[in-house]
């Protein structure tokens, strides 16, 4: 393939994982106070099909839009979306990378799946306690409570996620190579 025809494919698989973020993300139900949703599911899999910048890239704005359109809180927002989400998919990416040939084992997508959504719960989480504690003024133990409602359906996203990306990824990835739309390992 040539140089200028993978940057074009590169951008359209990006821009094609950001709109499946995007509109997963419009798919959610209420849990315990929260919203439980696939998005995540589809970042982990952008990493692992993508890779860690490109996947993170696909993450990062799929949500940043997705917050943009339907919430618009503002450009810090916005930017901890983003680098929460691309973190998320870029760790998730950088194990299945490092893994070389091993890659496409089941037993590595789970791996890189669990890493990047519990990235992501982490970040999630200090964003909260930096919010409550620091930016709202809240006294620690109304900051334990409210994180402690977060974490819970936090970690019901990440099981769901980690279920679903390697499943997504290992249903996709025979169709893209064969396509030629993926090569090597991936």
């Known amino acids: 393939m040539k140089k200028q025809d993978a940057r074009v494919l590169n ?16 798919f959610r139900f209420p849990l315990l106070g929260s919203k439980v949703h696939f998005a995540n599911a589809v970042c982990l899999l952008a990493g692992m099909l ?11 704005l799929g949500s940043a839009l997705y917050d943009l359109t339907m919430y618009n809180e503002g450009m810090v927002n916005l930017l901890i979306t983003f680098v929460s989400k691309f ?53 620690l133990d109304a900051v334990g409570v409210t994180m402690m409602s977060k974490l819970i359906p936090s970690l019901i996203n990440a099981g769901a996620a980690v279920v679903a990306a390697p499943l997504f990824f290992h249903a996709v990835r025979p169709a893209l190579r064969a396509a030629g739309i993926i090569h090597g390992e991936v």
């Open 11 to 26: 951008t359209v698989l990006v821009g094609a994982l950001a709109a499946m973020v995007y509109v997963v993300t419009l």
């Open 87 to 139: 973190a998320m998919a870029w760790v998730c990416g950088f194990i299945m990378q490092s893994a070389g040939k091993r890659q496409h084992k089941f037993d590595r997508t789970v791996l890189a799946s669990v890493a990047g959504a519990l990235t992501y719960v982490a970040l999630y989480m200090l964003k909260t306690f930096v919010y409550q504690r620091f930016v709202y003024g809240y006294p």
């Open 50 to 60: 993508l890779g860690p910048n490109l996947g993170g890239v696909a993450a990062g």
